[in-house]
Nanobody, 127 residues
């Protein structure tokens, strides 16, 4: 069974940090581009960051640029999202997603490009 599982969410004070993990089971992530998305209460889903298969190409939404860092460890079949200087407006459910891209290294921004999705992990930034 192909599955993505997010972990690392929680409650943190403004200015704090969290590291989210996205681990795949049932398939190898090294043929997939990975994206992180979030959905805040009452808002549409937003693309946060994404990373290519292996050449390190990345994309960040303007709202998180300079604060969040995406990385991957294909040997561990895991992608990370390091979130620093968190703000209350970062509160959301965070989802990771995988898109099969056997042809090369590309960064996929559109959510519709992704094939597999995790169940999400809640991040709450509040004092």
């Amino acid at each position: 069974q192909l599955q993505l599982v997010e972990s690392g969410g929680g409650l943190v004070q403004p200015g704090g940090s969290l590291r989210l993990s996205c681990t795949a089971s049932g398939f190898a992530l090294d043929a997939y581009a990975i994206g992180w998305f979030r959905r805040a209460p009452g808002k549409e889903r937003e693309g946060v960051s994404c990373i290519s298969r292996s050449d390190g190409s990345t994309f960040y939404a303007d709202s998180v640029k300079g604060r969040f860092t995406i990385s991957r460890d294909n040997a561990k079949n895991t992608v990370y999202l390091q979130m620093n200087s968190l703000k209350p407006e970062d509160t959301a459910i965070y989802y990771c997603a995988a898109a099969w891209v056997p042809g090369g290294n590309i960064v996929l921004i559109a959510a519709t490009a992704y094939d597999y999705w995790g169940q999400g992990t809640q991040v709450t930034v509040s004092s």
